[in-house]
């Protein structure tokens, strides 16, 4: 053997020895990080609700997914999700899901920086995440925790090609230092974070959470944690799915839109007379072709449609004509239903007499009051058992599970 030999030999041993020495040193940091990170872990308001302290995810509390639903049984209708029947309370079909839970400040009294307030009281803050930005009754929350700071961008963009294969909505939200106060992650922000929480939406209104789905999102927050140099703490699979299972279920029993139509009697409507009448109600045109009836914090109570084909546009609506339209009430996306479902059968009855038309169900009887006390007593029952289940209607995590 040459001495040439003899020196790649000694230089390969070289080699090989210095790829395992550094793979033990990397190991040892990573190590000490992890240990650094979750060592002093406080209690997390979101994680700790979930389950116990292995992590497991606890159901929701509140009536069984039947409940709602088994009320309007004898009544007709069809649902927007395409698996099962919905039932309806007499008027309309059901197209919504259901929304959760009451929500908190998520803010606390701003300090001048990390050294104004004490580490205790600090930490407190950091575990006290707001509900009404992620809550365990319709999240499963990835806790996050980094050795430093992060800048947003680097963290949604972190897996974002993986996290997009996902079926179900995200939501991001971090620590941020210096309000001492939980805010959404915006993705092309600059603010950096070290306390992260992730939440994968548990229904929507295609369905529950899939296996598959959250399976993808278990390995895609793991290797985001360890691209970001942090450690990652996740709820228990199975649970988290069961919940996801009875959570839509309940949505299916509450998930109800009110319908009443104003058809014509030979005569047709003009577009330009049904834009005065909606203007003078106090109804915008959206971007969605409807007029909608908003709260004073421009939120929708309900909307007007055109029954035919054709939306309402600003454009369109001087040639219009239409024979029907239908005002429509979204009951778990609304607050106080039975005093708005008045309030849209009053608009209504005005409409029906202006426009010399009749006011009916979807079955085309005429409605009275005597047919419309039975479906204000539903929209109160509907309401009181998503209250039940602590998800009020009307809520900010209704938006998120009706979107």
Not at 52 to 80: F, I, N, R, Y
Not at 278 to 294: I, P, T, Y
Not at 328 to 334: A, G, K, N, Q
């Amino acid at each position: 053997m040459t001495d040439l030999q003899m020196g790649l030999i000694g230089l390969g041993g070289v080699a090989v020895v210095g790829v395992l020495a550094y793979n033990k040193w990397q190991e040892h940091k990573h190590r000490k990080v992890a240990e650094q990170l979750l060592g002093a872990r406080q209690a997390d308001v979101l994680l700790d609700e979930a389950g116990s302290a292995g992590g497991t995810v606890a159901a929701p509390a509140g009536s069984s997914g039947g409940d709602a639903g088994d009320a309007a049984a004898t009544t007709a209708g069809h649902s927007s999700r395409a698996r099962q029947e919905r039932v309806e309370p007499l008027l309309r079909q059901p197209d919504d899901a259901a929304e959760a839970a009451a929500g908190s400040d998520g803010g606390w009294p701003g300090g001048s920086g990390e050294d104004a307030a004490p580490a205790g009281e600090r930490r407190a803050r950091i575990a006290a995440a707001p509900l009404c930005l992620l809550s365990p009754a319709i999240d499963y929350i990835a806790a996050i925790e980094l050795a430093e700071t992060v800048a947003a961008y680097r963290i949604r963009d972190a897996q974002r090609v993986v996290l997009a294969r996902l079926g179900k909505p995200l939501h991001w939200i971090g620590f941020n230092d210096e309000s001492h106060a939980w805010e959404p992650i915006s993705e092309e922000g600059d603010v950096a974070y070290q306390h992260i929480r992730v939440g994968l939406q548990l229904v929507d209104r295609k369905g529950p959470l899939r296996d598959a789905d959250l399976s993808v999102f278990h390995v895609a927050i793991q290797d985001l944690a360890s691209e970001l140099m942090g450690a990652v703490e996740l709820p228990l699979r199975e649970p988290a799915l069961q919940v996801a299972a009875q959570l839509d279920e309940f949505c299916a029993g509450v998930d109800i839109q009110i319908g009443l139509n104003v058809v014509s009697q030979g005569q047709v409507f003009a577009g330009t007379k049904l834009r005065g009448l909606a203007e003078s109600a106090g109804m915008v045109l959206d971007g969605d072709g409807r007029f909608v009836r908003l709260d004073e914090d421009g939120r929708l109570l309900y909307a007007l449609l055109n029954q035919e084909t054709q939306g309402f546009t600003g454009e369109s609506i001087r040639s219009l004509t239409t024979h029907a339209i239908t005002f429509l009430l979204d009951v778990p996306r609304v607050a106080n239903g039975d005093r708005v479902l008045g309030q849209m059968v009053e608009q209504a009855r005005r409409f029906a007499d202006s426009l010399h038309g009749q006011l009916v169900d979807d079955n085309r009887r005429p409605v009275s009051e005597s047919s419309i006390e039975p479906i204000r007593r539903q929209v109160v029952q509907y309401q009181l058992a998503m209250a039940h289940r602590q998800l009020p209607a009307g809520g900010p995590l209704a938006e998120r599970l009706l979107s």
